[in-house]
């Protein structure tokens, strides 16, 4: 991968509801009302109107990403995917992709600058952290590269230290530092 493009990614550990961010993602479940993990702990930041938003998208299905406001997030927008359910089968890959390339996708059309991700589908999804770090920094430098969108900040946000330090030692190894 060049190296100007990973530039545009950074590894951080923390908390993706306190990051002021133009976007940050949600890993949603398909009806987009909420439940445990990153997605619970972001509506109950966002708030109520977050999800008064989400009940009028009529959810989103597997591989997808719709977009709302962030109300009380310091991020202006949430852009709502849903992961695969790992089941080890090769369309799982592809799925978990797509909610990557559809959030960045989605960023770009609504002229987003800096976006930020968690681990999308390794919590109760089941998802393992290696295969999914590899999946989310390709796909994202596979978009920077082949799109022409406005996304100039790609933040990867883990809780744990252990996907913290899986996502930066995956990131130096494709930038060749």
Known sequence: MKKKITNVMEIMQGDITKLDVDAIVNAANRSLLGGGGVDGAIHRAAGPILLEECRKLGGCNTGKAKITNGYNLKARHVIHTVGPVYSGKPEDSLLLSQCYFNSLQIASQN??????????????????????????????????????????KVIFILFSSKNYDIYEKYLKEISGA
């Open 111 to 152: 002229n987003l600058y800096s976006i930020a991700f968690p681990a999308i589908s390794c919590g109760v999804y089941g998802y393992p952290v290696d295969d999914a770090c590899r999946i989310a920094l390709d796909t994202v430098c596979r978009f920077l590269k082949e799109e022409k969108g406005s996304v100039t």
